[in-house]
């Protein structure tokens, strides 16, 4: 696919065709976008964990809230932050923004392939540590589904150029 091609087709999915294995070699691809994102002071202050036992997806789903289609996708990754202490120039945390770009290269790469994926930011954070293992002083920031669509749901309306883009300085 195009790569633009690849960013217009990009959908939220939230419904998997169960049991589809996706093949090593195609989520070798994804975590290699991953690990080749740009990040601030090119820390990778990250850390991926790929879950794709059954149980543990569904117990992942509950504390998502009960979203039990997570359980559904082929694999769910736990974005974690491994440098929370880190602070751009700016004063702003540097490691939410580096794995959101992280997950972006990975949905992105995962369209390609023609697979869906869905950022998951609501969950309970210190149950979904405590199940995966992960130590309290790292931050889980979120989770992304990854999977073959069972249902690819058409274009949301998107906001006009005129009502996101300022040239120069802001404008109303």
């Not at 991926?48 to 036992?53: G, Q």
């Not at 602070?87 to 949905?107: L, N, Y």
């Not at 950022?119 to 149950?127: K, L, N, P, T, V």
Request: aromatic residues 10%; positive net charge.
């Amino acid at each position: 696919m195009e790569f633009f091609e690849v960013i217009k087709k990009r959908r939220s999915i939230r419904a998997y065709k169960v049991g589809k294995v996706i093949p090593d070699e195609i989520l070798f691809r994804i975590l290699e976008s991953a690990r080749l994102a740009p990040s601030a002071s090119n820390l990778q202050p990250w850390k991926f964990i790929i879950i794709r036992d059954s149980r543990l997806k569904t117990d992942i789903a509950k504390l998502c809230k009960g979203r039990m289609w997570i359980a559904d996708a082929s694999a769910v990754i736990a974005g974690v932050a491994t440098r929370p202490d880190y602070r751009m120039g700016s004063g702003q945390e540097a490691f939410r923004i580096d794995i959101a770009t992280a997950f972006a290269h990975m949905t992105l790469t995962a369209n390609n392939e023609s697979l869906g994926c869905c950022w998951i930011g609501s969950f309970s954070a210190d149950e979904c540590k405590k199940l995966l293992g992960i130590p309290d002083q790292y931050p889980l920031v979120g989770f992304l589904t990854v999977g073959y669509p069972d249902e690819i749901p058409g274009p949301k309306e998107r906001k006009s150029m005129e009502e996101i883009v300022c040239y120069d300085r802001w404008a109303e």
